[in-house]
């Protein structure tokens, strides 16, 4: 197990600057996961820790240790990319124990080590195959397993499960939650599905722009973001914002509902609500409209659980509210969070 720690590491390519002034630090056996949009430099990131692309400015540790120039091979560090590639003639086996083999090790010892891997990832079956023998969710995880039997003390993950189709992807988020908490090997994990962010991370940074917007727990991200870029980039449907002013309103679409729902002495804010849209999507409908004068009319969108069936019609305007305690507020020409209430 180790820290990491990323002391203002910033990272230019030419004209291009990817990574901006980035200080971060890890807790001991934590899943941090980097959040953000495509070209927010969060690969860039990843590299610099893995030691396959040099920071322009700042230091990257580990353990402690100053290991800004140092090549992969000292790190102890393992990673696995989107497009990791197995050896398609060695077995699952020979895949796992490759590694081990090219360190000398004695065959005795692969043998233990390729079986406590495969053993953590459930493939102990598989191994006489080979990779095309194996189904997309399968050759993950030999990869996964073939990047751990190292026992790295450090394991980063850019994007490893984004070749899997839905249903594969979910259980195999869970597997490797369950692995990261056995092993307690600090993971860093690149990825721009906010989903899989929220599940997997102990912590999330959410990038920008090559910076840093805010670094918390995915309850602290979602529940408080602290600017309008996070607000809006994590949940879906996004928070709503409203407002002209100084000052921003934002709502998440699941505490806005109908006015009726909320029993007295619960503090609401009331909007007449312009319903034009409605989706239906099983476990929760999607109310899309508008609230606020029509010169100035904001888009809104309202999630209402299943199990709530008041008849809701497109064209038809109805009383909605949100609890103030649910409120947040931003700073228009920041777009801050603040304590300073709009209404
Ligand atoms: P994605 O999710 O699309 O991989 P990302 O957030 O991981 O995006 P990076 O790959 O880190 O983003 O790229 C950040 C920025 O740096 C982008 O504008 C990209 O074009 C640029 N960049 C990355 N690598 C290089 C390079 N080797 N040469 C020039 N520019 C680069």
């Given at each position: 197990?180790a820290?990491v720690?990323?002391?203002?590491?910033?990272?230019?390519?030419?004209?291009v600057?990817?990574?901006?002034?980035?200080?971060?630090?890890?807790?001991?056996?934590?899943?941090?996961?980097?959040?953000?949009?495509?070209?927010?430099?969060?690969?860039?990131?990843?590299?610099?820790?893995?030691?396959?692309?040099?920071?322009?400015?700042?230091?990257?540790?580990?353990?402690?240790?100053?290991?800004?120039?140092?090549?992969?091979?000292?790190?102890?560090?393992?990673?696995?990319?989107?497009?990791?590639a197995?050896?398609?003639?060695?077995?699952?086996?020979?895949?796992?124990?490759?590694?081990?083999r090219?360190?000398?090790?004695?065959?005795?010892?692969?043998?233990?080590?390729?079986h406590?891997?495969?053993?953590?990832?459930?493939?102990?079956?598989?191994?006489?195959?080979?990779?095309?023998?194996?189904?997309?969710?399968?050759?993950?995880?030999?990869?996964?397993a073939?990047?751990?039997?190292?026992?790295?003390?450090?394991?980063l993950?850019?994007?490893?499960?984004?070749?899997?189709d839905?249903?594969?992807?979910?259980?195999?988020?869970?597997?490797?939650?369950?692995?990261?908490?056995?092993?307690?090997?600090?993971?860093i994990?690149?990825?721009?599905?906010?989903?899989?962010?929220?599940?997997?991370?102990?912590?999330?940074?959410?990038m920008?722009?090559?910076?840093?917007?805010q670094?918390?727990?995915?309850?602290?991200?979602?529940?408080?973001p602290?600017?309008?870029?996070?607000?809006?980039?994590?949940?879906?449907?996004?928070m709503?914002?409203?407002?002209?002013?100084?000052i921003?309103?934002?709502?998440?679409?699941?505490?806005?509902?109908?006015a009726?729902?909320?029993?007295?002495?619960?503090?609401?804010?009331t909007?007449?609500?312009?319903?034009?849209?409605?989706?239906?999507?099983?476990a929760?409908?999607?109310?899309?409209g508008?609230?606020?004068?029509?010169?100035?009319?904001?888009?809104?969108?309202a999630?209402?659980?299943?199990?709530?069936?008041?008849p809701?019609?497109?064209?038809?305007?109805?009383?909605?509210?949100?609890?103030?305690?649910?409120?947040?507020?931003?700073?228009?020409?920041t777009?801050?969070r603040?304590?300073?209430?709009?209404?």
């Open positions: 197990m820290r720690e990323i002391r203002e590491v910033s990272k230019s390519f030419g004209e600057s990817a990574v901006e002034q980035v200080s971060l630090k890890t807790a001991e056996g934590e899943f941090l996961v980097l959040l953000g949009p495509s070209g927010c430099g969060k690969t860039t990131l990843l590299r610099m820790i893995a030691g396959i692309e040099e920071p322009t400015q700042g230091d990257i540790l580990i353990e402690g240790q100053v290991v800004t120039h140092l090549p992969p091979r000292f790190r102890n560090i393992a990673m696995v990319f989107q497009s990791y197995l050896y398609p003639h060695m077995t699952v086996y020979k895949n796992i124990a490759f590694p081990l090219t360190r000398g090790m004695a065959k005795a010892a692969i043998k233990e080590k390729v406590w891997a495969a053993g953590m990832f459930g493939i102990e079956r598989l191994m006489n195959r080979k990779p095309r023998e194996l189904s997309g969710g399968e050759r993950q995880r030999v990869a996964l073939r990047a751990m039997v190292r026992e790295p003390s450090v394991f993950l850019d994007e490893p499960l984004s070749n899997l839905a249903i594969l992807r979910a259980s195999a988020r869970e597997e490797l939650r369950q692995f990261q908490k056995r092993v307690a090997v600090t993971t994990y690149v990825t721009h599905d906010q989903v899989e962010a929220m599940g997997l991370g102990d912590r999330i940074v959410v920008s722009k090559g910076r840093i917007r670094v918390g727990t995915p309850q602290e991200i979602y529940q408080w602290a600017d309008t870029f996070v607000a809006t980039f994590v949940g879906s449907p996004p709503n914002l409203l407002g002209e002013g100084e921003l309103t934002g709502f998440r679409p699941e505490t806005f509902l109908p009726e729902f909320f029993q007295e002495g619960v503090e609401t804010a909007y007449d609500f312009e319903v034009t849209w409605l989706e239906y999507l099983g929760e409908r999607l109310v899309y508008n609230v606020g004068e029509k010169s100035h009319a904001r888009h809104v969108v999630r209402l659980p299943g199990n709530v069936a008041l809701i019609d497109a064209g038809q305007v109805y009383p909605f509210a949100v609890p103030r305690a649910e409120l947040r507020f931003f700073e228009s020409r777009g801050l603040t304590d300073r209430s709009a209404v």
